[in-house]
């Protein structure tokens, strides 16, 4: 990662630009939008009737045991126009992106760019502050004490400043020197964007290509994954799903500071493909074991690397959700049932509530 980081050279010269961030440090703290909450239990006789009595906008798949309980669009794809939502249309899917990431960590390790996920960061890059107490796993499964550099970043842009990945690694490195880290890493766990930036810059740099294009070659054309791509700060409306929040169109976003960490666009088609590849044989047995959370006690969700696990009495439902202006998404399985569940929403209104109801109701009405 030495190389990139050499490459700073705008922030690095940016002394302004530091003196923000380093004030923003001090009030700004990390946060999930996937954090578990809570919702009131609603009456319902089919999926399709409980995706419409919370307004659900957009496209959902669920299935069951082989069976579609729904697959249909919900509202319009594009108000002005009256696209109607479809399977083939894309949308963003926000941080969905971080579980393709963890799967370009896990080809790293098959091609033998890397020996463990035991490894620490000090082994890529020396100079990284308390790169020798994190650990591969630890970034991955939000366990780093690194503190998440979205808001700091959103900010700066706001302000005018245009920063590229390994600026905002140098954003991080900075938080990091001057605050420290947020907790001893491995003793607590804490939802940090920062986290899957530094593994898809580790990905860039060990495997010598674009993190995208290594995703590309490893990931979706094997798949045959034809319709997922590097998110563009404005969408084409003709192909996408326009975003929406409190009736008001809201499709663009700085996409470079969503970089590994929510930077795709994707359509339920392909969604659907890489959750069945995931739910069957992309990853082996033994990469399973490391890569999903087990053990998790019934009502309470845990992190995996790049997946969470909820469980529900004898349910497990392994899943993550997105959210990035104007889209909300979530992809899941649940191997009982041999159920897949892609929901990508061009409506961001009431994203964390609308998700966990979903996940809530399908827990204890449908996969019990």
């Known amino acids: ?104 960590m896990v080809q790293l390790k098959r091609d033998g760019l890397i020996t463990s996920f035991n490894q620490t960061l000090d082994e890529f890059d020396a100079e990284f502050p308390n790169g020798n107490q994190i650990t591969i796993t630890q970034l991955l499964s939000h366990q780093s004490g690194i503190p998440d550099y979205q808001f700091i970043v959103e900010e700066a842009y706001e302000q005018g400043a245009t920063l590229d990945e390994e600026d905002i690694y140098e954003v991080v490195i900075e938080m990091i020197s001057e605050n420290g880290l947020n907790f001893t890493p491995g003793s607590n766990k804490q939802y940090s964007n920062s986290n899957f930036l530094i593994a898809a810059l580790l990905v860039q740099e060990l495997s010598q290509m674009s993190y995208h294009e290594y995703i590309q070659q490893n990931i979706f054309s094997p798949l045959e994954i034809a319709n997922t791509y590097k998110g563009t700060n404005a969408i084409d409306s003709n192909t996408h799903a326009e975003g929406y929040k409190n009736g008001n169109i809201n499709s663009t976003y700085p996409m470079t500071i969503a970089f590994g960490v929510g930077d795709f666009s994707s359509t339920p088609k392909d969604m659907e493909t890489w959750v069945n590849a995931v739910k069957t044989n992309w990853f082996t047995e033994a990469e399973k074991a490391e890569i999903f959370a087990e053990d998790v006690p019934s009502g309470y969700v845990d992190f995996g690397l790049g997946w969470f696990t909820t469980q529900e009495g004898n349910t497990t439902l392994y899943w993550h959700g997105g959210d990035i202006n104007g889209y909300w998404s979530m992809i899941g399985f649940i191997p009982e049932y041999n159920a897949t569940i892609v929901l990508l929403s061009n409506k961001q209104d009431d994203t964390g509530t609308q998700r966990n109801t979903i996940i809530e109701q399908l827990l204890t009405n449908e996969f019990n």
């Open 1 to 104: 990662m030495k190389t990139s980081i050499q490459q700073c050279n705008n922030y690095l010269t940016n002394n302004l630009l530091v003196a923000l961030l380093v004030a923003l440090i001090t009030t700004v703290s990390s946060c999930s939008s996937d954090d578990h909450v809570n919702s009131p239990t609603i009456n319902y006789t089919t999926v399709e009737n409980l995706l419409t009595d919370i307004d659900f906008q957009g496209y959902a798949i669920v299935t069951k045991n082989g069976n579609d309980l729904v697959r249909q669009g919900f509202g319009l794809a594009n108000e002005s126009t009256a696209l109607p939502q479809d399977y083939n249309l894309a949308y963003r899917i926000g941080s969905v992106t971080k579980t393709l990431t963890a799967a370009a």
